[in-house]
């Protein structure tokens, strides 16, 4: 038997414990017999409808964990690309510029400059 049978085994048998001491309780106080008997499939249903509630509000929680863990993500693997696609960018810009730059300089006008501004 699993360690989460035991436990939820453990739960229920406590929950039987504290059904069987109301229902003495109730019994001492002058409550029918008949009628603490009626109560008790309804009793246990409430609690196991408690038990799956309970469950459901701990998987929302997980799956909402989850969830948030993997949009945080992927929104930081979008920012290293968004990074990546503008640091190549601007290599091209400055790649552009110093290409320019060195046509400017070995151009025609530059050469004209030369011959008639000696230096």
Not at 11 to 28: A, M, N, P, S, V
Not at 43 to 61: A, F, S, V
């Amino acid at each position: 038997m699993s360690n989460h049978a035991l436990e939820q085994l453990k739960r229920e048998t406590k929950d039987d414990e504290r059904l069987f001491g109301c229902i003495r309780e109730l019994y001492e106080q002058g409550v029918p017999f008949a009628e603490l008997k009626a109560l008790i499939p309804d009793i246990r249903r409430t609690r196991e409808q408690l038990y799956l509630k309970r469950m459901l509000e701990n998987n929302n929680e997980v799956l909402l964990s989850m969830f948030s863990k993997e949009m945080s993500f992927l929104l930081d693997a979008k920012e290293r690309r968004q990074e990546e696609e503008f640091k190549k960018l601007d290599q091209l810009i400055r790649q552009q510029q110093s290409f320019r730059k060195s046509a400017a300089e070995a151009g025609p006008l530059a050469r004209l400059k030369k011959l008639i501004l000696p230096a």
